[in-house]
């Protein structure tokens, strides 16, 4: 049964530091990884995603790696911003009859002013 | 593009009454869709899986019988909570992909509150 882990639960930063959120599956047979961002209350919203062939994606100040083979995955923020606060999910795509997506608990971001 | 909505976006009622929820994909075909809960301070639980026209597939320690999903349509999912009681209180979000992506588009999601 796949497993994804996020590590660490919650991180507090100041405002401008550069910050690596964590993510480990334990099974390496997957479609893909994403990476979402949720705020309080609300929906997700799609980060970045991953294909299995690639090794990384960047968009701005985002940057994501997956190496499939150790089953880990980073997601990089530079030069990090309040409005970055939010919770940081890490999903791995897998099929078990159907394509799904299973989550990681979350990293729990606060960037302080 | 690609954008998922819910309806309602929260709803308040009294425990044994039924809620429907409502997924729509605005501008593709959405034809597989998938019903989440979460928890508060918890990660996303997948509960189902449903292609269009077909019955949904449940995982494992999900009623059936209590979360019935209805996919009649290419732009329209949704999940029905029977005889709703208050450990039924949670937050629902859905997805939707087309037969042309790999990745899921989420709604903003429904939070359900029984008293």
């Known amino acids: 049964k796949q497993e994804v882990t996020q590590i660490p639960a919650a991180l507090s930063v100041p405002e401008g530091e550069n910050l690596v959120l964590n993510c480990s599956f334990t099974d390496s047979a997957i479609y893909n990884l994403q990476w979402f961002r949720q705020d309080p209350g609300k929906g997700l919203t799609s980060l970045l995603l991953?294909?299995?062939?690639?090794r990384e994606q960047t968009s701005g100040r985002l940057n994501a790696s997956l190496d499939k083979s150790s089953g880990r995955s980073t997601l990089y923020i530079a030069a990090s911003q309040p409005g970055d606060s939010a919770t940081y999910l890490c999903a791995v795509e897998i099929v078990q009859g159907a394509q799904k997506l299973v989550f990681g608990q979350g990293t729990r971001l606060t960037i302080n002013p | 593009g690609a954008v998922v909505s819910q309806h309602p976006s929260w709803v308040i009622c009294k425990s044994g009454t039924s809620v429907k929820i409502e997924c729509r994909s605005l501008?593709?075909?959405?034809?597989?869709m998938f019903w989440y809960r979460q928890f508060p301070k918890q990660s996303l639980m997948l509960m189902a899986t449903s292609n269009e026209g077909s019955k949904a597939t449940y995982e494992q320690g999900v009623e059936k019988d209590k979360f019935l999903i209805n996919h009649a349509s290419l732009t329209l999912s949704t999940l029905t909570v029977t005889s709703a009681h208050p450990e039924d209180s949670s937050f629902y979000i859905c997805?939707?992909?087309?037969?042309?992506?790999?990745?899921?588009?989420f709604g903003p999601g429904t939070r359900l509150t029984v008293l």
């Open positions: 997805s939707a992909r087309d037969f042309l992506r790999s990745e899921q588009f």
């Open positions: 501008d593709f075909q959405a034809t597989t």
């Open positions: 991953i294909q299995s062939s690639q």
